[in-house]
């Protein structure tokens, strides 16, 4: 068994559902254990596999948005609209700020950043838990906003589900919605990153979909992301996420030290 390829599966398949940022541990942890760069494909597998964890979470609400995409029901009683408006951003975005992108990407600048956006995720999701009810519904607009802050996960070291939520809850949308949705965005994000991290793949001629160490990692991320998914979830539901920022404080100082 490859041990290095069990750390990062696992790290991979928790950090995908919680706020903590999967590129800062998967970063920390190849250092601790001074685990050399992975290859492109092994990347695709661990993301593939949280990938999966996703698509079968939540079965029923793509179940919903194909029915409709074929006619058997209306769009808008889907999800289709808001993660179509809440993806366009980062897609656009992506497209464009790529290379930019590249230049932040600094062990010190991913540190600061997750320090940076945990506080501001525990700050939001406290201040939302005062607001007046009545404003927690998901509109198109405000799945449009928390797309657009979504972009700023491209930056290494945000957290791609943090910054939703944390979007989420500045429009006060509650809890259980905004964590909801935030994981649902990561589906075409994700599907999105896959296709260029691929491509990249066959210009290096380094892609290896079905040797081990890839299958490995497909499953492992897929299992423990299933296994860990819905006590995650009811975690962040119930108690918030002043233990995220906590967590997230100590690894961003923890990458200054090594």
């Known amino acids: 068994?490859?041990?290095?390829?069990?750390?990062?599966?696992?790290?991979?398949?928790?950090?995908?559902?919680?706020?903590?940022s999967s590129s800062v541990n998967l970063y920390l942890f190849s250092k601790i254990f001074a685990i050399s760069e992975?290859?492109?494909?092994?990347?695709?597998?661990?993301?593939?596999?949280?990938?999966?964890?996703?698509?079968?979470?939540?079965?029923?609400?793509?179940?919903?948005?194909?029915?409709?995409?074929?006619?058997?029901?209306?769009l808008s009683d889907t999800y289709f609209w808001p993660l179509f408006l809440g993806t366009i951003p980062v897609v656009i975005f992506g497209f464009f700020a790529r290379d930019f992108v590249k230049e932040f990407e600094s062990p010190k600048i991913?540190?600061?950043?997750?320090?940076?956006?945990?506080?501001?995720?525990?700050?939001?999701?406290?201040?939302?838990?005062?607001?007046?009810?009545?404003k927690h519904q998901l509109s198109k607009a405000k799945a449009l906003i928390i797309g657009c802050c979504q972009t700023i996960s491209i930056f290494p070291g945000v957290s791609r589900l943090g910054i939703c939520i944390t979007a989420s809850r500045m429009l006060a949308i509650d809890r259980k919605s905004a964590i909801n949705f935030s994981l649902m965005l990561a589906i075409p994000s994700i599907c999105g990153s896959l296709f260029l991290e691929i491509v990249e793949c066959f210009k290096t001629s380094s892609f290896a979909p079905f040797s081990n160490d890839s299958l490995f990692g497909i499953f492992l991320t897929a299992i423990v992301g299933l296994?860990?998914?819905?006590?995650?979830?009811?975690?962040?539901?119930k108690q918030g996420f002043l233990a995220i920022a906590v967590y997230r404080i100590i690894i961003g100082i923890a990458i200054f030290l090594i």
């Open 110 to 134: 991913m540190g600061i950043f997750c320090i940076i956006f945990g506080i501001a995720l525990t700050l939001f999701d406290k201040l939302s838990a005062k607001s007046r009810p009545g």
């Open 227 to 237: 296994i860990t998914i819905i006590p995650c979830i009811r975690f962040m539901e």
């Open 38 to 74: 992975f290859s492109f494909s092994l990347k695709i597998a661990l993301h593939a596999g949280s990938l999966i964890t996703l698509l079968i979470y939540f079965k029923r609400e793509i179940a919903d948005i194909l029915k409709a995409i074929f006619g058997k029901r209306s």
């Open 1 to 20: 068994m490859n041990f290095d390829i069990l750390g990062l599966g696992v790290i991979q398949g928790v950090s995908e559902i919680l706020p903590i």
